[in-house]
């Protein structure tokens, strides 16, 4: 299992999600809520667990 944080503009952790979960090597498990960085009101961070995915060739 694979611990991520993601840090970016709403739209592009919506965007970088989209492409995460339909990855068929990888199973996200967990995908944190929305915080704000302290500082700034344009940046944001998520929390991101993922495992690699069951698949036999």
């Known amino acids: 299992m694979l611990k991520i944080r993601l840090m970016g503009t709403k ?3 919506k965007w970088f999600e989209k492409i995460l979960k339909r990855q068929s ?3 996200v498990t967990e995908f ?3 915080y704000s960085n302290k500082g700034t009101n ?4 998520v929390y991101v ?4 995915a ?4």
């Open 11 to 13: 739209n592009e952790i």
């Open 25 to 27: 090597k990888v199973v």
């Open 32 to 34: 944190s809520d929305l």
């Open 42 to 45: 344009r940046y944001y961070r």
């Open 49 to 52: 667990e993922v495992q690699k």
């Open 54 to 57: 069951n698949i036999k060739s």
